[in-house]
């Protein structure tokens, strides 16, 4: 198991800026597929980005050119970098990891972080 812990969270109006951190715990953390995903009041968790551990990404179609999702090996650590930011992006945002593709009852979290868009 990998321990996740999540920084970055905040308001932003619509329009701005945030990019979230995501620590990690083990020194195989290369290994890992890393992802971010995103739960909002009454919503279902739903995969935001993921990068696999040769560096493929992958984005939900409504963050396409706008998030971009990086990883450092070297820090154990993966990044989220979420431009021109919506009031629909507003949810809690947990990072996760496994060995191998990322399965949403399968992963380790982090305990999520919390990002609001609003004027």
């Known amino acids: 198991q990998i321990q996740l812990v999540e920084s970055g969270g905040g308001l932003v109006q619509p329009g701005g800026s945030l990019r979230l951190s995501c620590a990690a715990s083990r020194s195989i953390f290369r290994l890992y597929t890393l992802g971010w995903y995103r739960q909002a009041p009454g919503n279902e968790r739903e995969l935001v980005a993921s990068i696999s551990s040769h560096g493929d990404t992958n984005y939900l179609d409504s963050v396409k050119g706008r998030f971009t999702i990086s990883r450092d090996n070297a820090k154990n650590m993966v990044f989220l970098q979420m431009d021109s930011l919506k009031s629909e992006d507003t949810a809690v945002y947990f990072c996760?990891?496994?060995?191998?593709?990322?399965?949403?009852?399968?992963?380790?979290w982090g305990q999520g972080t919390q990002v609001t868009c609003s004027s």
């Open positions: 996760a990891a496994r060995l191998g593709p990322l399965e949403l009852h399968e992963n380790d």
